[in-house]
């Protein structure tokens, strides 16, 4: 489009008393060309008739000088067909000043500003939404217990059409096996009757609702809007069970003619086979397996009859009065282990939690049902009923028949006759106990089914399942906090036992949250725009293949695997898996990568834009690029806090910092600017990254650049990566200021003026 530019200064908020606006407009008109106006509020009704009355007569892009981008975002979008560029004047130049600021420099930051968002203007260009040829609107469900069968109804209810996939032969998982069920009303006392059985008669009476028993996916390729699933009968084996991994170096060779793809047909089967059909989304409910528990030997498990795990004892509960194992004598009593003890004194059993505790509780119920004398007792580490459970767990402990103590459990041993002796220690009695019991029951976890096992089995050059799985113990997950429900894989979403521990009451609202996130996604595709966390985004990313090197960097490093590979092994987009994160435009060492409003030349341009004096070793200059998600919502934050922050720093928000390409860094310091701040989401154990590992990929590449600038006689020490949360708007100021006086005893740039 032809560009008629026009910038606007707000003088309100205190804005126009800080700075000198004449001369910010002078910059403005005279060193970018752009004719400037000024309002005392461009948010009032008057300031925005003045710029709607621009626009009537012909201005298309508006860069407006006021407060955060993050704010007034409705009073500055002037339509899908005009582009609008904020200049973060309040927040990140008046608010942040400080009492004793100097107004020199308070204003050179606003004059940067200024510039840099005129730049940004003139570089951007209005996105084109990208559209599927053909969408499938119909949502996959795999997986038939309780999550799979709530996310499926709650699907074909707001009409659309699910089919359910579930591997064995009738529908209900676990559930079906149930002899009661946890409370799920007030007063939250008793259990209540199953209600599985109903639940199974609404999916299958259900006219949007196909079921499919005794199968299994073997292969789901494609993207969002246009899956192609491909069926087994469970047991069976596909040649695409197992499909081999395939590293960077046997891939060069595959692209070269010199190996064998062993996936080589997968794409031409997966096209062929009649067995496949099409999907917009897949919810994922595959649900849970029971944590092995036999590794505990001085518990007995796998070797004693009568030691059996909490799966084990629910079974058995369903089918009639409980049992030994051993002989088939009923039981009087029955200890329920909820912790290994041994050494290990304070630790859970792998993947016990809240569930397992309730469980143990109802369970303990059972015995007291089938016995009014029966004996039960709870031995624990940790007790945990959150919420409207804490009056289940009142029941539990005014029955006079169960007993709960915390306790270290040291052995339990056969005493020939069938009866158990448990020998427990540090109890709440601060007594050692010896219990004569007829069974043992240990809470063996809720192990994820994508633990070990692909279960989703993705057609993707990046394998069959989700990346880096260990962060979460398998579970599969994007961001637990801030995005449940979605998966490292756009258009899947999980729920249920695959994605955290949850009781029938918690599935069904996270079955609900899954199939709404699913027809979020078909709908997002349909309009051509991105999904979570960039909702509505219209911009994807453009490849220059001309130039590309098929170095596979933008592929093994996308968190969410949307790029494959095409037959000469160039890079292949998908781009509704695509969640516009940028992170394959800051691997590409071509810079041949961008979006329509976010590429490399418009921030290297923007850095190039700020003024870096070279006569005045004081007025240095240091870049921060600053996540969007996290650390720029923290600085806003602190700055409506009146705390101050360093007017030496220039900030520029990106969309993570995985998308920062190394280049902007070689442009801020061979412009002579001082340092280069990197302020980015935690990562690690706890990461927060709204895109998994951005700010993980900027801290590896800024180690590589550190080795560069020291070969060039700069100090790696320039450049840095900082971690910050959306929380931290007390203490940036901190971080902001110790890198500066970092920076300050380094001293100027060497390169300031070349």
Same mark, same amino acid.
Request: include cysteine; charge should be negative.
């Given at each position: 489009m032809d560009k008629n530019i026009r910038a606007y200064i707000c003088t309100g908020c205190g804005i126009g008393? !800080? /700075?000198?606006?004449?001369? /910010?407009? %002078? =910059?403005?008109?005279?060193? +970018?060309?752009? %004719?400037?106006?000024?309002?005392? !509020?461009?948010?009032?009704? !008057?300031?925005? @008739? +003045?710029?709607?009355?621009?626009? $009537?007569?012909g201005v298309n892009t508006v860069v407006i000088g006021a407060c955060s981008p993050r704010v007034m975002q409705d009073e500055f979008n002037f339509g899908d067909d005009k582009i609008s560029v904020r200049a973060n004047l309040r927040e990140n130049v008046v608010w942040c000043a400080g009492e004793d600021a100097d107004a020199e420099y308070v204003q050179e930051q606003a004059a940067d500003y200024m510039r840099m968002a005129c730049t940004q203007a003139d570089k951007t260009e209005l996105p084109e939404a990208f559209q599927l040829e053909s969408i499938n609107k119909r949502i996959l469900v795999m997986g038939g217990g309780i999550a799979g069968l709530t996310a499926a109804l709650e699907a074909a209810d707001?009409? *659309?059409?699910?089919?359910?996939?579930?591997?064995?032969?009738?529908?209900? &998982?676990?559930? =079906?096996? #149930?002899?009661?069920?946890?409370?799920?009303? @007030?007063? #939250? $006392?008793?259990?209540?009757?199953?209600?599985?059985?109903?639940?199974?008669?609404? =999916?299958?009476?259900?006219?949007?609702?196909?079921?499919?028993? &005794?199968?299994?996916?073997?292969?789901?390729?494609?993207e969002p809007g246009e899956y192609l699933a491909t069926f087994k009968a469970s047991g069976t084996k596909s040649e695409w069970d197992a499909p081999a991994k395939v590293g960077v170096d046997e891939q060069d060779l595959i692209d070269k003619g010199e190996m064998e793809d062993p996936n080589a047909g997968l794409q031409h089967y997966m096209a062929a086979n009649e067995a496949g059909e099409k999907f917009g989304s897949v919810v994922l409910a595959t649900g849970w397996i029971p944590a092995d528990v036999s590794g505990y030997e001085h518990l007995g498990h796998g070797k004693i009859a009568n030691v059996v795990t909490n799966a084990q004892f629910e079974a058995m509960a369903s089918k009639g009065k409980i049992t030994r194992p051993s002989d088939g004598k009923p039981v009087e009593?029955?200890?329920?282990?909820?912790?290994?003890?041994?050494?290990?004194?304070d630790k859970d059993f792998p993947y016990c939690n809240s569930v397992t505790s309730l469980v143990a509780l109802k369970q303990a119920m059972f015995v007291r049902e089938d016995n009014p004398e029966a004996k039960a007792y709870v031995l624990y580490q940790h007790m945990r009923t959150p919420g409207q459970m804490e009056l289940f767990y009142k029941t539990a402990q005014n029955d006079d028949g169960i007993f709960l103590t915390k306790a270290t459990v040291t052995g339990v041993e056969d005493k020939g006759d069938g009866s158990l002796m448990v020998a427990a220690r540090n109890t709440l009695l601060n007594e050692d106990l010896l219990l004569d019991v007829d069974m043992v029951v240990l809470a063996a976890g809720m192990v994820p089914t994508t633990h070990d096992e692909a279960t989703i089995n993705l057609a993707y050059r990046q394998g069959p399942a989700f990346l880096d799985l260990e962060l979460f113990d398998g579970y599969a997950d994007s961001n637990f906090i801030c995005f449940p429900y979605e998966t490292r894989r756009t258009g899947v979403y999980a729920c249920g036992g695959v994605r955290k521990a949850t009781t029938m009451e918690e599935t069904v609202d996270d079955a609900t949250g899954a199939a709404l996130k699913a027809i979020q996604c078909i709908e997002s595709v349909d309009r051509g725009v991105a999904v979570h966390p960039r909702s509505g985004d219209k911009t994807y990313p453009e490849f220059f293949f001309q130039r590309c090197t098929q170095c596979k960097r933008c592929t093994e490093e996308c968190p969410f695997g949307a790029?494959?590979?095409?037959?000469?092994?160039?890079?292949?987009?998908? *781009?509704?898996?695509?969640?516009?994160?940028?992170?394959?435009? &800051?691997?590409?060492?071509?810079?041949?990568? &961008?979006?329509?409003? *976010?590429? =490399?030349?418009?921030?290297g341009s923007m850095i190039k834009a700020i003024e870096v004096p070279d006569d005045d070793d004081d007025k240095l200059r240091i870049l921060a690029l600053v996540c969007e998600n996290d650390a720029y919502p923290a600085l806003d934050m602190a700055a409506m806090r009146r705390h101050k922050l360093n007017n030496l720093v220039r900030f520029i928000s990106v969309r993570c910092l995985g998308s920062v390409n190394m280049v902007w860094i070689k442009d801020a310091l061979s412009s002579g600017m001082d340092g280069v701040v990197l302020l980015g989401c935690k990562f690690g154990d706890d990461y927060q990254c709204h895109f998994v590992k951005g700010s993980e990929l900027a801290d590896r590449r800024m180690e590589n650049i550190g080795e560069t600038l020291g070969s060039l006689g700069l100090e790696p020490e320039r450049v840095a990566v900082r971690q910050v949360a959306i929380t931290d708007y007390d203490t940036i100021p901190e971080v902001i200021n110790e890198f500066v006086e970092e920076i300050i005893e380094l001293g100027p740039n060497p390169f300031k003026g070349f």
């Open positions: 008393e !800080a /700075l000198d606006i004449e001369a /910010l407009s %002078e =910059v403005v008109s005279g060193e +970018m060309s752009t %004719e400037c106006k000024t309002h005392e !509020a461009l948010c009032s009704a !008057a300031g925005r @008739a +003045m710029i709607d009355g621009d626009i $009537n007569e707001a009409g *659309y059409e699910v089919e359910i996939v579930e591997k064995s032969d009738a529908l209900g &998982g676990k559930a =079906v096996n #149930w002899r009661k069920q946890l409370p799920t009303r @007030a007063p #939250w $006392n008793d259990l209540e009757e199953p209600s599985i059985g109903d639940l199974i008669k609404q =999916v299958e009476s259900h006219s949007n609702i196909v079921v499919k028993t &005794g199968t299994e996916v073997a292969r789901i390729s494609g009593s029955v200890a329920f282990i909820q912790s290994p003890g041994g050494e290990e004194d790029l494959d590979d095409d037959e000469k092994g160039t890079p292949k987009p998908n *781009y509704t898996r695509c969640r516009r994160c940028g992170t394959c435009m &800051g691997a590409c060492p071509e810079r041949i990568i &961008g979006f329509k409003d *976010y590429n =490399v030349d418009m921030i």
